[in-house]
């Protein structure tokens, strides 16, 4: 196999309940070749930092959609730095305002995932921009 | 492979850096490690030759059982409990790869979630990535990596389906068989598969209608065919042999919930394998119930079958290890660029029916020889 399949961790932190997009993301990106590692709802950043940790991914991927982006995604990503983790590409879904974007660049995240985006969207950013470890 | 090499590192040197690193506490090399077997990359195996000598101290328990049977909980469970004893924890959890796409959906975690900060639990998802000896190869090696790295308990956790329940008994010292109540009748469990693999069947979701029916029907089913076994046995060993009583570990009292072991003098030694007696045991594993006499038990049969089944456990599985990398190295030998014209030519010739693929083996193996 020299075409290894690219291994992500979708984490839901945050208390919103709303995991539908996350579940449907997981299958999409699994059907894609990805190896996805799905971790359900209500992660603590530690949680999120830990999984990632274990499971050696390539990337993670957050899904909020509770407003408390702003606090969750740069603790995760303090969190992953300290873990010696900051190889790791991470990427935002939900519902996060434009506003917010430059943020949250700035404390690491790569690539940002509004409402309407497909799951072939994703999946080509992915293939492009995180590669897969050896 | 290899193809990208900037500065690729030399794959020994490497393997000795995360080994290092992995056997004195770092949890990012031990999972660097992990990635670099189920990649099958040649940090692996210069990494399982260095770390094979310091393996060998864990208790691997292997559990199976149909999907939905609550493998992932118990497996929490079982976690929460060694958690309570002061043992620390590794899991393998296997999940399947699709055939189609490669990709997989590894889901195991969700219900794992408890141990984020505590450093002595381990978990780490891998994809069956359709190698058909998926467990024996990739699963077990990154089980004897962290039993190398000194967990106690390393619980290995298969896809479940299959041939995997027969690839994980080989993989394991003891092999917990799972069912869920009602999953079927008696006559299940004497037909061949899961429960011929196991050492202690558990009947989860105990807190469900029909779990104690189940558990007597496994019961008094496993009980009649080690009878019958027994009897067989007895029946064709050798005329005037001598019946010295085994001392039979006899019914090892940890509540109703364990079977009574047959009784019965061991007759002479019989070729056959003897089929084992597994306990049978119902946990809920939602709510911990029934897991401390899970995990005596499995303390019970790793020291009851330290000098026996685990010892033969234990050569069976250093001996799938070995036929396997046999396997793979012949493969890559047959396949590789000296040989594989000729191999091409006889597997073309077999398609034909030119050849017979057992001439073909013979002249492959002869072709290995020259």
């Known amino acids: 196999m020299t075409d290894r399949p690219i291994k992500v961790l979708i984490a839901k932190p945050g208390l919103d309940g709303h995991d539908r997009g996350a579940k449907v ?13 799905y971790t359900g709802l209500r992660q603590t950043p530690e949680m999120v930092a830990t999984a990632a940790l274990q499971e050696d991914v390539d990337v993670v991927g957050l899904s909020i959609l509770s407003g408390a982006h702003m606090t969750l995604v740069p603790r995760i990503c303090a969190l992953l730095t300290a873990e010696g983790l900051d190889d790791v590409m991470v990427v935002v879904g939900g519902i996060i305002p434009d506003d917010d974007a430059a943020e949250l660049r700035e404390a690491g995240v790569s690539g940002i995932f509004g409402p309407g985006t497909t799951i072939a969207e994703v999946a080509g950013y992915l293939r492009a921009n995180a590669r897969p470890r050896a | 492979m290899g193809a990208s090499g900037v500065q690729t590192p030399d794959p020994a040197e490497r393997a000795r850096e995360l080994t290092d690193a992995a056997t004195t506490g770092d949890r990012r090399a031990l ?12 940090v692996a195996e210069a990494a399982l030759r260095r770390l ?21 909980t118990l497996v929490a469970a079982l976690i929460a409990e060694a958690r309570k004893a002061g ?13 189609i796409t490669g990709g997989a959906l590894l889901g195991d975690r969700v219900r794992m979630q408890a141990y984020a900060s505590d450093r002595d639990v381990f978990i780490r998802s891998m994809a069956s990535r359709g190698h058909a000896g998926g467990l024996a190869s990739t699963s077990a090696a990154a089980a ?37 109540p009602e999953m079927g009748d008696e006559i299940q469990a004497i037909k061949a598969g899961l429960l011929e693999v196991a050492d202690i069947v558990v009947v989860n979701k105990g807190d469900r209608p029909g779990a104690q029916r189940t558990a007597s029907q496994l019961r008094a ?14 029946h064709h060993g050798p005329a005037g042999s001598t019946v010295a009583g085994s001392g039979a570990a006899g019914s090892v009292a940890a509540g109703s919930e364990v079977v009574d072991r047959a009784a019965s003098p061991a007759p002479a030694p019989d070729p056959r394998p003897r089929p084992k007696q597994p306990e049978v045991l119902v946990t809920t594993a939602t709510t911990g119930g029934g897991i401390p006499e899970l995990l005596a038990s499995l303390d019970r049969h790793r020291a009851a079958g330290r000098d026996s089944s685990v010892a033969a456990a234990r050569l069976a599985r250093a001996e799938a290890q070995v036929w396997a990398i046999l396997e793979d190295r012949m493969r890559a030998e047959l ?6 014209a000729g191999t091409e030519a006889v597997l073309r010739a077999v398609a034909d029916h030119e ?3 057992f001439a073909a083996v013979d002249r492959l193996l002869g072709s290995l020889r020259g």
């Open chain 2, 52 to 72: 094979y000598p310091m393996a060998g101290a864990a208790h691997l328990v292997g559990i199976t059982g149909a999907p939905g049977a609550g493998k992932s």
């Open chain 2, 335 to 340: 396949s590789g660029p000296e040989r594989r």
């Open chain 2, 221 to 234: 089913m496993l009980v009649a065919v080690a009878r019958v076994g027994a009897a067989d046995r007895a």
């Open chain 2, 31 to 42: 999972a660097r490690l992990l990635t670099a077997i189920e990649n099958r990359s040649a």
């Open chain 2, 355 to 357: 050849l017979d693929p």
């Open chain 2, 144 to 180: 004897s990596v962290l039993d190398a790295c000194g967990f106690d308990l390393v619980l290995l956790e298969t896809v479940g389906t299959g041939q995997s329940e027969v690839e994980v008994a080989a993989a394991a010292d003891t092999t917990v068989v799972l069912e869920a």
């Open chain 1, 25 to 37: 993301l997981a299958r999409g990106l699994r059907d894609e070749g990805f190896e996805v590692v």
């Open chain 2, 87 to 99: 043992r620390s924890v590794g899991v393998v959890a296997v999940d399947p790869s699709s055939p």
